[in-house]
């Protein structure tokens, strides 16, 4: 019956066939064995079989000849069986049959990492090879870590593992780009994926199958992420692997930005070690501090320059939002220049059109207040419009959905090569909630 549905679903004779399965999915009474000889008549004498054969690693090193595969039954029967090969990766060893397997599995634990360039992974693609999952979803789909290899996210790691070389020894094996952790949005991938054509369902015994070409998988999966590193990780930030997974591609857009980030808060927290690790969670450098404690001198409007309050530390000027456009230069004695946007809105300032665009100290701000608000903006809305100002009585909105143009300000100074620093004011309430949610608006105003 194996043989005969397996015609069906659209494996191609001769093909470079990669197998995900689950032996109890397709029936009770199927064997590890009759599922495989099915597999192979449908690949022919010219295809090739290939399975993961991950293991446990908690073993003191992986030998390619006796390491079990921890992927289930068909994964070590097939292992097992006479001219199969495997490759000698501790991290994603693969096995294969056929007249392609010494060629795909060649070298693999000299490739950079598991899953990208120069692993029978990235083989499988340049052979315009298949993927069939037989019982199981998108989460057991190894290709994901080629795309993310390709790409070169920032989430993997840098492990170090050991195996069994050709000559007997038990060597070290420093890899990077390596997988790890959960992906808890890889399953709406599907969408997308069926959107693109990309994957073809079946039947096989009792169970649900999914066919695909490598190839366009993997290309589909990197259009996916290219567009949001994140895609793949889980939704939500309360998954522990993909909260830090999310700081480090956070981390690396705040690096790529190119200017500082520090966190204002209207108190301090009761454990700083605490808020440290948190804003380290969620991708933030560990700074903050309250506005009071920043070295930043304010000026009411039309208020006269004064000196520093002290030459200890490095001082900032915030001149009152209507006078900061007659300064091309921070005065003597100071290091640069603040400038809170959402102040320049309360008074009817645009603040990008008003202050960035045709004023003269652009050159000269080094920091930026980031909050938002409608600001009530006197003489700025039209009249019909001043409903805006009672839809939220706190007037605190998201980032980049007010009237403080924040969105043209972080675009326009990331392509001047801001080097300063943005401060995100944190609302009073409770420290972690808000800042949270401030942080994730902020990393949305970045391209």
Request: hydrophobic share 40%; proline share 7%; net charge negative.
């Amino acid at each position: 019956m194996l043989e005969e549905q397996i015609k069906t679903i659209g494996i191609r004779n001769g093909s470079v066939l990669f197998v995900h399965s689950s032996i109890k999915a397709v029936g009770a009474d199927v064997r590890a064995e009759e599922l495989i000889a099915a597999l192979r008549l449908a690949v022919g004498e010219d295809g090739t079989l290939v399975f993961p054969t991950f293991t446990s690693r908690e073993e003191d090193y992986f030998d390619p000849d006796t390491t079990p595969s921890i992927l289930g039954v068909v994964s070590e029967v097939f292992r097992s069986m006479p001219g199969t090969l495997r490759s000698r990766h501790p991290y994603h060893p693969v096995a294969a049959q056929g007249p392609a397997a010494k060629e795909l599995l060649q070298d693999h634990e000299k490739a950079l990492g598991p899953c990208g360039t120069g692993t029978p992974f990235e083989k499988l693609v340049q052979m315009n090879g298949q993927v069939i999952l037989i019982g199981v979803d998108l989460d057991t789909l190894t290709l994901l870590h080629t795309a993310e290899a390709f790409l070169d996210l920032p989430y993997l790691r840098e492990i170090e593992r050991k195996y069994r070389n050709t000559d007997g020894q038990v060597r070290p094996l420093a890899m990077k780009q390596t997988p790890g952790g959960h992906r808890g949005g890889v399953r709406l991938f599907e969408k997308i994926l069926r959107q693109h054509r990309v994957l073809q369902d079946g039947r096989l015994g009792d169970t649900r199958t999914m066919i695909m070409d490598a190839s366009s998988v993997v290309n589909a999966m990197m259009d996916i992420m290219r567009d949001d590193p994140m895609a793949a990780l889980c939704p939500g930030d309360y998954c522990a692997d993909c909260a830090n997974f999310k700081a480090m591609v956070r981390s690396k857009q705040l690096t790529e930005l190119g200017a500082d980030l520090t966190i204002v808060l209207p108190e301090m927290p009761a454990d700083n070690a605490a808020f440290k690790e948190f804003l380290e969670c969620f991708g933030a450098p560990t700074q903050f501090r309250l506005m009071s404690a920043l070295p930043i001198v304010r000026l009411a409007p039309g208020e006269n320059v004064t000196m520093p309050p002290d030459e200890i530390q490095k001082w900032v000027l915030q001149p009152a939002p209507q006078d900061i456009t007659n300064y091309k230069k921070p005065p003597a004695g100071y290091c640069g220049l603040a400038y809170a946007p959402l102040e320049a809105a309360s008074i009817g300032m645009m603040p990008f059109d008003d202050v960035l665009y045709k004023g003269q100290s652009r050159d000269a701000i080094t920091d930026i207040f980031i909050e938002d608000g409608l600001s009530l903006l006197p003489g700025a809305l039209y009249s019909p419009l001043t409903f805006i100002n009672h839809l939220d009585p706190t007037q605190h909105v998201p980032l980049g959905m007010g009237n403080t143009q924040l969105r043209d300000i972080v675009s326009a100074m990331r392509m001047r090569n801001f080097s300063g620093r943005y401060h995100i004011v944190i609302n009073e309430g409770n420290l972690y909630s808000n800042t949270h949610r401030r942080l994730l608006e902020f990393w949305h105003l970045l391209p």
